[in-house]
């Protein structure tokens, strides 16, 4: 008579089932046909791998494979003289930023070309909520002159204080630089 297979001890009941597909739907979390999402999943996943994490951790907290991210963004990408994939210190893709103005509520929008450029515009901004807490330091620090897509990166005092004070009076203060990632 055959045996019947025993379930994997992580699906033996309802609960664990159910939080297996959970799991699946997180790390599957973008669509292959929602480009929008694609493109700020394949930012996040180039910043992470970046910031030196294994390829596996950052497509599990991207929530995209490098294989949709080489297909999207292949400048981004080398193979080294093993002929594994490698990210590139910097891409020259183009990202759609947010930063705070003058105006309470109000954001300007860059369009920053490359990951440097996007990196001073995250530089710059957490200079900006750090000026708001009285902390001066990262703006002095800041170069003076950095134009993003025409648009001069506030470096004096009064300006920043001014951007600081607008902020803190709307209902949103700061938001995250990488969730204002969007699709140009």
């Known amino acids: 008579m055959p045996r019947k ?4 001890a992580e699906t033996s009941s309802k609960e ?8 699946k739907r997180s790390n599957a979390s973008v669509s292959r046909h929602d480009t929008s999402r694609k ?3 394949g930012f996040d996943l180039l910043r992470l791998r970046r910031d030196d994490l294994t390829w596996k951790d950052a497509e599990l907290q991207a929530g ?7 297909a999207i963004f292949p400048r981004a990408f080398y193979r080294d003289e093993r002929g594994r994939l490698q990210v590139r210190g910097y ?11 003058a105006e309470p509520g109000e954001f300007k929008w860059l369009r920053a070309r490359g990951s440097r450029k996007a ?15 009285g902390d001066f330091s990262l703006i ?21 204080s001014r951007i600081a004070a607008a902020a803190a ?9 990488y969730s204002l990632v969007g699709v140009v």
């Open 5 to 8: 297979r025993k379930r994997p």
């Open 16 to 23: 664990s089932r159910s939080a297996a597909k959970n799991r």
């Open 39 to 41: 493109r700020i999943a």
């Open 64 to 70: 995209i494979t490098r294989r949709m991210v080489e």
């Open 91 to 101: 891409d020259p893709y183009t990202r759609k930023l947010s930063i705070s103005t």
């Open 119 to 133: 990196s001073l515009v995250g530089i710059w901004n957490n200079a900006v909520k750090a000026a708001g807490r």
């Open 140 to 160: 002095n620090a800041f170069p003076r002159n950095v134009f993003i897509n025409g648009v001069r990166l506030a470096t004096s005092h009064y300006e920043v």
């Open 169 to 177: 009076e709307s209902d949103e203060p700061f938001e995250d630089i």
